[in-house]
Every structure is written in structure tokens, then in C-alpha cells.
């Protein structure tokens, strides 16, 4: 008896189930200073390698989050808070031009619309994106900007999959095959 609940005791310690896991990279430093423009694309990198991805874990699915914001005007106006207290004060206010972007994941081209100050969401749960994620851990973007300029400020690269329980599996299978040779010895006994 006390074998059997020591067998089940090592069975259980060297075996790991699949479970889901989740690889995060957050990039917040860009190339000019994050300015998106007609003639200036930002382009960076996401690497899940540096958040414990290896190669060979699954992955099913990702979602890319990017903070865009819209540039500002600073124009001057005369203003009196009292009788004798006028002066001229800065305003700022959002850049009046339209801004339009174009984003680019991998080979993947996306259109953007209107930028103003917001999160920019995308997922993908299947397709080439996740192949080209999946088998070297990087994924390439390059952010656009068809018309006007705006700026990123921070891009999250969120990735769930499934980890591969290599310690477990190998250890299983030792502990079928000393099973399998128990078994075996026991018919010829």
C-alpha cells in the first residue's frame, strides 16, 4: 500500500498540466521622440522572449494596445481676471488639423482613422500573426501617419498560450516506462 501512494505521490509531482499562460511586452520609448508624421513612421519591436517565452510554447491568441495622442498649439490670448489685472496668458489646445494613421502589424495593414487622444485596441486569435509571433517571439510595427502628426506614447503587447510543460512530460513518460518494465517483470515472475 505504501508503495502504490508513493508512486501516486511522484506521479503527481512530475507531471505538470498545460495551463495557460500570458507574455507581456510594454515598449514606451520610440524612435523621434514618438512623432508620428507624412514623412516620419514610427517603427519598434515587440519581444515576448524577455518576458519568459520560449520557443516551442503555443501561443492562441494576442491583443496590442497603443496610446496615441494628438499634438498641441500653444496661441496667446489677453485676458483680465480684475479692474487693473490683465495680461496675456498661454492657451493650448488640441492641434486643429486632421490627423489621420495607418498601422502596420507584421504584414498586416490597419487603418486608423482620426487620431485624437485615446487607446488604440486590437486582437488577433489566428492567422499568420500569430505563426510569425510564435516562432521567433518578435513581432514588427510601424505606425503611419497618412495626414497631419500625432505621437505614441506606449505600446503593450499582450500574449496567451499555452507553456510546455517539458519537466512534467519527460518525467511522466520515465515513470511509464519504469511501469511498463515493472509490469513485465511481473508476467515472467
Known amino acids: 500500500m505504501f508503495r502504490k501512494t508513493a508512486l501516486a505521490i511522484a ?7 498545460a495551463s495557460a499562460a500570458v ?5 514606451t520609448s520610440f524612435e523621434n521622440g514618438g512623432r508620428v508624421t507624412t514623412s516620419d513612421d514610427v517603427k519598434y519591436q515587440h519581444n515576448i522572449l524577455d518576458d ?7 501561443i492562441t491568441g494576442f491583443d496590442l494596445k ?13 485676458v483680465c481676471t480684475g479692474f487693473f489685472s490683465c ?13 489621420y494613421g495607418y498601422l502596420y502589424v507584421g504584414a498586416t495593414g490597419i487603418n486608423l482613422g482620426e487620431v485624437d487622444d485615446g487607446t488604440f485596441s486590437f486582437s488577433f486569435g489566428s492567422g499568420a500573426l500569430i505563426g510569425d509571433l510564435q516562432a521567433d517571439g ?7 501617419a497618412t495626414s497631419g502628426d500625432f505621437y505614441i506614447d506606449k505600446s503593450v503587447l ?12 519527460l518525467g511522466l513518460i520515465g515513470i511509464g516506462l519504469v511501469g511498463l518494465g515493472a509490469a513485465t517483470r511481473r508476467k515472467q515472475a
Open 66 to 78: 497603443i496610446w496615441l495622442r494628438d499634438d498641441t498649439t500653444t496661441s496667446w490670448d489677453f
Open 87 to 99: 495680461g496675456w496668458v498661454p492657451v493650448t489646445s488640441p492641434d486643429s488639423a486632421s490627423e
Open 138 to 144: 518578435k513581432l514588427n510595427i510601424d505606425l503611419n
Open 23 to 27: 507574455w507581456t511586452d510594454t515598449v
Open 11 to 17: 506521479i503527481a509531482c512530475a507531471s505538470s498540466a
Open 52 to 58: 519568459g517565452f520560449v520557443l516551442g510554447n503555443t
Open 158 to 169: 499582450t500574449a496567451t498560450g499555452s507553456a510546455v510543460p517539458l519537466p512534467g512530460a
